[in-house]
T-cell receptor, first 110, second 117 residues
Framework: SQQGEEDPQALSIQEGENATMNCSYK?????LQWYRQNSGRGLVHLIL?????REKHSGRLRVTLDTSKKSSSLLITASRAADTASYFC??????????FGAGTTVTVRA | DVKVTQSSRYLVKRTGEKVFLECVQD?????MFWYRQDPGLGLRLIYF???????EKGDIPEGYSVSREKKERFSLILESASTNQTSMYLC????????????????FGPGTRLTVL
């Protein structure tokens, strides 16, 4: 069963702009992860944020986590054409397993 | 470098055929997973394995079985393929983690797009 839900479903931005997407989940978590999927390919891990962390950075990525609201956001700054992909949040409601949302499709226009 | 490989990128099978999807990882991971991905539904877990010869059902195991005879290999079997099993199938692996409540990063293969006619 899906625990995470991303919002918006789709996002179109100009190259150089920032892209923000959100994830909401239902039950308590140990950590939350974000993954990227390029068209027709497997998922690639981007960043993991633990439940006791509020913000984390990795290159042009910034992730926030608000456990009181059961939500997370992913910000991609200074977007590039190569950032065109689907982005998924994943939570861990059970040991070993992750629950993925349906994803946000991001299109970066040149 | 971490690597998860899947036996085929594209596969076309006929209704009723027995289908084998193979996944191999070279990272000595304990956990392996099979997902299917359909538009608008995200990734849904079919089966996972946390050790050799061990398996657990995921959210949608009906119509599927799995085999894990060796640590590096996890096979998904469609006993009698049906058209509603047309989908993208993704294999993933991860370390067992730091104990209860610790879930590690999953590493994904490139996916197999299966079409059942």
């Amino acid at each position: 069963s899906q625990q995470g839900e991303e919002d918006p479903q789709a996002l179109s931005i100009q190259e150089g702009e920032n892209a923000t997407m959100n994830c909401s989940y239902k039950t308590s978590i140990n950590n939350l992860q974000w993954y990227r999927q390029n068209s027709g390919r497997g998922l690639v891990h981007l960043i993991l944020i633990r439940s006791n962390e509020r913000e984390k950075h990795s290159g042009r990525l910034r992730v926030t986590l608000d456990t009181s609201k059961k939500s997370s956001s992913l910000l991609i700054t200074a977007s590039r054409a190569a950032d065109t992909a689907s982005y998924f949040c994943a939570t861990d409601p059970n040991d070993y397993k992750l629950s993925f949302g349906a994803g946000t499709t991001v299109t970066v226009r040149a | 470098d971490v690597k998860v490989t899947q036996s085929s990128r594209y596969l076309v099978k006929r209704t009723g055929e027995k289908v084998f999807l193979e996944c191999v990882q070279d990272m000595d991971h304990e956990n392996m997973f099979w997902y299917r991905q359909d538009p608008g539904l995200g990734l849904r877990l079919i089966y996972f394995s946390y050790d050799v010869k061990m398996k657990e059902k995921g959210d949608i195991p009906e119509g599927y079985s799995v085999s894990r005879e060796k640590k590096e290999r996890f096979s998904l079997i469609l006993e009698s393929a049906s058209t509603n099993q047309t989908s993208m199938y993704l294999c993933a692996s991860s370390f067992k983690g730091g104990g209860a409540g610790s879930t590690d990063t999953q590493y994904f293969g490139p996916g197999t797009r299966l079409t059942v006619l």
